[in-house]
Protein backbone atom coordinates (compact mmCIF):
# COMPACT_ATOMS: atom_id res chain seq x y z
CA UNK A 1 0.00 0.00 0.00
CA UNK A 2 1.13 3.28 -0.38
CA UNK A 3 1.81 4.95 3.13
CA UNK A 4 1.00 8.72 3.55
CA UNK A 5 2.24 10.72 6.22
CA UNK A 6 1.16 14.37 7.13
CA UNK A 7 3.06 16.50 9.32
CA UNK A 8 2.75 18.41 11.69
CA UNK A 9 -0.06 16.41 13.78
CA UNK A 10 -1.59 19.83 14.26
CA UNK A 11 -1.09 23.37 14.08
CA UNK A 12 -2.65 26.01 16.28
CA UNK A 13 -2.96 29.48 14.02
CA UNK A 14 -4.23 33.25 15.13
CA UNK A 15 -7.33 34.24 12.19
CA UNK A 16 -5.76 35.99 9.22
CA UNK A 17 -2.42 34.16 9.72
CA UNK A 18 -0.96 31.47 7.13
CA UNK A 19 -1.17 27.94 7.50
CA UNK A 20 0.59 25.13 5.97
CA UNK A 21 0.12 21.28 6.09
CA UNK A 22 3.04 18.61 4.52
CA UNK A 23 1.71 15.40 3.21
CA UNK A 24 4.39 12.61 1.61
CA UNK A 25 3.79 9.42 0.28
CA UNK A 26 5.67 6.76 -0.18
CA UNK A 27 5.66 6.37 -3.69
CA UNK A 28 5.26 9.18 -6.48
CA UNK A 29 1.64 10.20 -7.18
CA UNK A 30 2.77 11.96 -10.17
CA UNK A 31 1.23 9.66 -13.16
CA UNK A 32 2.19 9.64 -17.24
CA UNK A 33 -0.52 12.05 -17.71
CA UNK A 34 1.12 14.54 -15.68
CA UNK A 35 -1.65 14.76 -12.80
CA UNK A 36 -0.68 14.16 -9.73
CA UNK A 37 -3.68 11.60 -7.86
CA UNK A 38 -3.42 13.24 -4.49
CA UNK A 39 -6.43 14.68 -2.66
CA UNK A 40 -7.29 17.09 0.11
CA UNK A 41 -9.97 17.08 2.58
CA UNK A 42 -11.26 18.78 5.59
CA UNK A 43 -13.62 17.11 8.39
CA UNK A 44 -14.98 19.33 10.33
CA UNK A 45 -16.20 18.10 13.80
CA UNK A 46 -18.97 15.94 13.48
CA UNK A 47 -19.35 15.74 9.89
CA UNK A 48 -18.10 13.80 7.00
CA UNK A 49 -14.61 14.86 5.42
CA UNK A 50 -15.34 17.23 2.40
CA UNK A 51 -13.47 17.82 -0.54
CA UNK A 52 -11.07 20.87 -0.94
CA UNK A 53 -8.46 19.87 -3.38
CA UNK A 54 -8.21 17.16 -5.98
CA UNK A 55 -5.31 16.35 -9.03
CA UNK A 56 -3.33 17.92 -6.02
CA UNK A 57 -3.72 21.82 -7.13
CA UNK A 58 -7.84 21.88 -8.15
CA UNK A 59 -9.40 23.58 -5.79
CA UNK A 60 -13.02 21.29 -5.59
CA UNK A 61 -15.85 23.85 -6.51
CA UNK A 62 -16.89 25.96 -3.47
CA UNK A 63 -14.14 25.86 -2.12
CA UNK A 64 -12.67 28.99 -0.84
CA UNK A 65 -9.31 30.47 -3.18
CA UNK A 66 -8.16 30.35 0.14
CA UNK A 67 -7.48 27.02 -0.13
CA UNK A 68 -4.38 26.12 -2.33
CA UNK A 69 -2.78 22.70 -2.78
CA UNK A 70 0.88 22.42 -4.93
CA UNK A 71 3.87 19.68 -4.69
CA UNK A 72 4.51 17.11 -6.96
CA UNK A 73 6.08 13.16 -7.57
CA UNK A 74 6.02 13.00 -3.73
CA UNK A 75 6.20 15.84 -1.62
CA UNK A 76 2.80 18.05 -1.62
CA UNK A 77 1.36 21.08 0.55
CA UNK A 78 -1.77 22.33 1.83
CA UNK A 79 -1.75 26.08 2.31
CA UNK A 80 -4.47 27.95 3.67
CA UNK A 81 -3.39 31.95 3.23
CA UNK A 82 -5.48 33.94 6.07
CA UNK A 83 -7.11 31.45 8.52
CA UNK A 84 -10.76 31.72 9.46
CA UNK A 85 -12.25 30.31 12.32
CA UNK A 86 -14.33 27.91 10.15
CA UNK A 87 -11.67 26.33 8.96
CA UNK A 88 -10.90 24.34 12.32
CA UNK A 89 -11.12 20.69 11.70
CA UNK A 90 -8.94 17.71 10.91
CA UNK A 91 -7.28 17.80 7.30
CA UNK A 92 -6.40 14.43 5.45
CA UNK A 93 -4.48 13.72 2.25
CA UNK A 94 -5.51 10.94 0.40
CA UNK A 95 -3.76 9.08 -2.63
CA UNK A 96 -5.59 7.63 -5.41
CA UNK A 97 -2.46 6.38 -7.54
CA UNK A 98 -3.55 2.87 -6.77
CA UNK A 99 -7.02 3.24 -7.51
CA UNK A 100 -9.01 1.44 -5.32
CA UNK A 101 -6.94 1.18 -2.72
CA UNK A 102 -6.96 4.48 -1.28
CA UNK A 103 -5.07 5.53 1.78
CA UNK A 104 -5.29 8.70 3.84
CA UNK A 105 -2.56 10.47 5.71
CA UNK A 106 -2.70 10.31 9.60
CA UNK A 107 -4.12 13.84 9.86
CA UNK A 108 -3.68 17.20 10.63
CA UNK A 109 -5.94 19.21 13.34
CA UNK A 110 -5.89 23.00 12.96
CA UNK A 111 -7.32 25.02 16.06
CA UNK A 112 -8.04 28.61 16.06
CA UNK A 113 -5.95 30.78 18.88
CA UNK B 1 -28.94 18.11 -5.23
CA UNK B 2 -26.12 15.10 -5.48
CA UNK B 3 -26.77 13.65 -2.33
CA UNK B 4 -26.14 10.13 -0.09
CA UNK B 5 -27.83 9.56 2.25
CA UNK B 6 -26.92 6.53 5.16
CA UNK B 7 -29.49 4.53 7.56
CA UNK B 8 -29.10 5.49 11.28
CA UNK B 9 -26.96 4.45 14.10
CA UNK B 10 -26.36 0.48 15.00
CA UNK B 11 -25.16 -1.19 18.01
CA UNK B 12 -24.23 -4.80 17.40
CA UNK B 13 -22.83 -7.81 19.82
CA UNK B 14 -19.72 -9.49 19.08
CA UNK B 15 -19.79 -12.15 16.38
CA UNK B 16 -23.33 -10.27 14.74
CA UNK B 17 -23.58 -8.87 11.43
CA UNK B 18 -24.61 -5.43 10.60
CA UNK B 19 -25.99 -3.83 7.44
CA UNK B 20 -26.01 -0.27 6.49
CA UNK B 21 -27.25 1.23 3.64
CA UNK B 22 -26.80 4.54 1.34
CA UNK B 23 -29.11 5.86 -0.96
CA UNK B 24 -28.19 7.79 -3.81
CA UNK B 25 -29.57 11.05 -5.59
CA UNK B 26 -29.26 13.54 -8.09
CA UNK B 27 -27.10 12.12 -10.99
CA UNK B 28 -26.12 9.13 -13.23
CA UNK B 29 -25.69 6.90 -10.83
CA UNK B 30 -24.03 4.05 -13.24
CA UNK B 31 -21.48 6.60 -14.17
CA UNK B 32 -19.40 6.80 -10.77
CA UNK B 33 -19.23 4.15 -8.12
CA UNK B 34 -19.95 4.23 -4.69
CA UNK B 35 -17.19 3.72 -2.40
CA UNK B 36 -17.16 2.66 1.25
CA UNK B 37 -14.71 3.96 4.02
CA UNK B 38 -14.70 3.89 7.59
CA UNK B 39 -13.24 5.57 10.50
CA UNK B 40 -12.63 4.19 14.01
CA UNK B 41 -12.64 6.91 16.90
CA UNK B 42 -9.28 8.87 16.09
CA UNK B 43 -8.32 7.20 13.73
CA UNK B 44 -7.87 8.02 9.93
CA UNK B 45 -9.80 7.25 7.21
CA UNK B 46 -9.96 3.34 5.98
CA UNK B 47 -11.38 1.99 2.45
CA UNK B 48 -13.33 -1.00 2.25
CA UNK B 49 -14.90 -1.56 -0.95
CA UNK B 50 -16.47 -0.17 -3.78
CA UNK B 51 -19.74 -1.39 -5.94
CA UNK B 52 -21.04 0.13 -9.33
CA UNK B 53 -24.71 0.33 -9.18
CA UNK B 54 -25.09 -0.09 -12.64
CA UNK B 55 -23.29 -3.74 -13.65
CA UNK B 56 -23.33 -4.53 -10.08
CA UNK B 57 -19.48 -4.93 -10.40
CA UNK B 58 -17.79 -4.45 -7.25
CA UNK B 59 -13.72 -5.30 -5.31
CA UNK B 60 -12.85 -5.39 -1.39
CA UNK B 61 -10.45 -4.20 0.45
CA UNK B 62 -8.13 -7.92 1.78
CA UNK B 63 -8.20 -5.75 5.43
CA UNK B 64 -11.54 -7.10 6.03
CA UNK B 65 -10.94 -10.93 5.33
CA UNK B 66 -13.85 -11.69 3.46
CA UNK B 67 -16.55 -9.82 6.40
CA UNK B 68 -17.56 -7.34 3.63
CA UNK B 69 -20.56 -7.74 1.08
CA UNK B 70 -21.55 -4.67 -1.13
CA UNK B 71 -25.04 -5.10 -2.63
CA UNK B 72 -27.05 -2.72 -4.78
CA UNK B 73 -31.13 -2.43 -4.94
CA UNK B 74 -30.94 -0.89 -8.84
CA UNK B 75 -34.76 0.28 -8.53
CA UNK B 76 -33.95 1.83 -5.33
CA UNK B 77 -30.76 3.34 -5.76
CA UNK B 78 -29.46 2.04 -2.80
CA UNK B 79 -26.36 0.41 -2.05
CA UNK B 80 -26.02 -1.71 1.17
CA UNK B 81 -22.52 -2.52 2.88
CA UNK B 82 -22.98 -5.79 5.03
CA UNK B 83 -19.82 -6.85 8.00
CA UNK B 84 -19.90 -10.29 9.11
CA UNK B 85 -18.35 -11.65 12.69
CA UNK B 86 -18.05 -7.77 14.78
CA UNK B 87 -15.70 -7.30 16.92
CA UNK B 88 -15.26 -4.20 18.95
CA UNK B 89 -12.32 -2.79 16.57
CA UNK B 90 -14.95 -2.82 13.92
CA UNK B 91 -16.46 0.45 15.94
CA UNK B 92 -16.50 2.92 13.64
CA UNK B 93 -18.77 5.95 11.56
CA UNK B 94 -19.09 3.75 8.05
CA UNK B 95 -19.19 6.37 5.10
CA UNK B 96 -20.63 6.12 1.67
CA UNK B 97 -18.67 8.14 -1.30
CA UNK B 98 -18.90 8.94 -5.02
CA UNK B 99 -15.62 8.33 -6.63
CA UNK B 100 -15.63 10.75 -9.36
CA UNK B 101 -13.07 9.64 -11.89
CA UNK B 102 -12.57 13.66 -13.51
CA UNK B 103 -11.38 14.06 -9.83
CA UNK B 104 -9.67 10.93 -8.90
CA UNK B 105 -11.21 11.49 -5.71
CA UNK B 106 -14.58 11.04 -3.28
CA UNK B 107 -16.46 14.32 -4.53
CA UNK B 108 -19.57 13.79 -2.11
CA UNK B 109 -20.05 11.86 1.17
CA UNK B 110 -22.68 10.29 2.96
CA UNK B 111 -23.37 11.86 6.74
CA UNK B 112 -22.10 8.82 8.08
CA UNK B 113 -23.37 5.61 9.67
CA UNK B 114 -22.46 5.27 13.50
CA UNK B 115 -21.60 1.11 13.98
CA UNK B 116 -20.84 0.71 17.85
CA UNK B 117 -19.62 -3.27 18.55
CA UNK B 118 -19.96 -3.56 22.45
CA UNK B 119 -21.53 -7.14 24.59
Known amino acids: DVVMTQSPSSLSVTPGEPASISCRSS???????????LAWYLQKPGQSPQLLIY???NRASGVPDRFSGSGSGTDFTLKISRVEAEDVGIYYC??????????FGQGTTLEIK | QVQLVQSGAEVKKPGASVKVSCKAS????????LHWVRQAPGQRPQWMGW????????RYSQNFQGRVTLTRDTSATTVYLELSSLRSEDTAVYYC????????????WGQGTMVTVSS
Open chain 2, 97 to 108: ARYYGDYEAFDI
Open chain 2, 26 to 33: GYTLTGHP
Open chain 2, 51 to 58: INIGNGNR
Open chain 1, 27 to 37: QSLLQSNGYNY
Open chain 1, 55 to 57: LGS
Open chain 1, 94 to 103: MQALQTPLFT
